[in-house]
């Protein structure tokens, strides 16, 4: 008993410096984006305008906006719906990984982590889940991979004091996902899956709140509460730092988390159809943070995990887990006609 609550306390601690290093690192990089003069004035813009428009509008798709041709396999880009100022990041990307049976079997939207900088291990779990019946697709969300500026680190500019910019990247990741959803349905796809972890999490939390097309998702300490994530996080000390140096506090900013945070949405899903995943020691998208969500949405399945938020044994357990729960979606097309 003893022996096991001091490997307990090992991993905890273990967990604690890799997240505390991690920490430090998002940090540094934060801290050399300072604001501009006129962002105060132009938060202040964005958020009395959208105070004044419902939620959906922010993530609908224009109606002049032409959908791509999806590829059977490799690379789609694509010019993204809502463009910023950075056109390396204008360009969508999503790689497309089939199945033997093709794009009328299931396909589940893969959505890394923040700063992921490889997709050796995205690429595994594209070939697990072809094994298994599925498609994949991999995202490349805002600022990472393809889209990374050039001398920055993958996803600098993607979460960071700068919050226009942020929700920005919010908005083009979601909308992103519904327009290949909605191709790939046209291509005779019926049962689509969300995969997320950290910021790929928080991209399917809100993508199952406004895409209807998707119908399960699994959310690996998915950033819930952006509120949390900015004022209080420890990742965040260079955020909040910046912030106010233009007079920004978190009353300023509440009003307008509507927009970007999944607290204060309901799935389009069923909530049996969700399972989120949470780390036991994780400060970025605390455990009970997440519980609370499986509360308040009602009937998702949820488990807790002796990790940090950096780690891999989330990954692992989620797959795991979804086998068990929706095992005939898993099963493949030789296991289903026996």
């Not at 032409?66 to 880009?77: C, F, I, Q, S």
Request: proline residues 7%.
């Amino acid at each position: 008993m003893k022996s096991r609550s001091l490997l307990s306390r090992a991993d905890q601690v273990r967990a604690m410096a890799l997240d505390f290093v991690s920490f430090g690192f998002v940090n540094l990089l934060q801290a050399r984006h300072p604001l501009p003069d006129d962002f105060r004035a132009r938060w202040d813009d964005f958020a009395l305008e959208w105070a004044r428009r419902p939620v959906e509008d922010f993530y609908v798709i224009p109606p002049d906006f032409v959908a791509p041709e999806l590829p059977d396999h490799g690379r789609l880009h694509f010019p993204s719906p809502y463009p910023g100022n950075h056109s390396e990041n204008n360009m969508a990307a999503f790689d497309f990984f089939p199945c033997e049976q093709g794009w009328t079997a299931p396909t589940m939207l893969l959505a890394h982590g923040l700063m992921s900088v490889s997709d050796i291990g995205y690429r595994l779990w594209a070939r697990r889940l072809n094994a298994r019946g599925w498609n994949a697709v991999f995202v490349h969300l805002p600022y990472h991979y393809s889209r990374r500026l050039p001398g920055h680190f993958h996803g600098e500019f993607c979460v960071g004091g700068e919050l226009l910019r942020s929700a920005a990247g919010i908005q083009q990741s979601v909308v992103e996902c519904r327009v290949v959803l909605q191709q790939l349905a046209k291509k005779g796809g019926k049962l689509f899956g969300g995969w997320g972890t950290s910021y790929g999490g928080w991209i399917m939390a809100l993508l199952g709140c406004f895409e209807p097309l998707l119908q399960r998702m699994i959310l690996v300490e998915p950033i819930l509460d952006v509120d949390n994530a900015i004022w209080r996080s420890p990742s965040s000390i260079s955020i909040r730092s910046a912030l106010r140096r233009v007079g920004l506090t978190p009353e300023d900013t509440a009003g307008s988390m509507r927009l970007v945070c999944p607290l204060y949405q309901k799935p389009m899903i069923d909530p049996k159809h969700i399972l989120m995943i949470a780390g036991q020691y994780d400060r970025i998208a605390p455990p009970e943070e997440i519980e609370e969500l499986s509360r308040r949405w009602g009937g998702t399945h949820f488990a807790c995990f002796p990790q940090g938020h950096v780690g891999y044994t989330l990954m692992p357990e989620s797959f795991r887990m979804a086998q068990d729960i929706w095992a005939s979606d898993f099963a493949t097309e030789t296991s289903r006609a026996g």
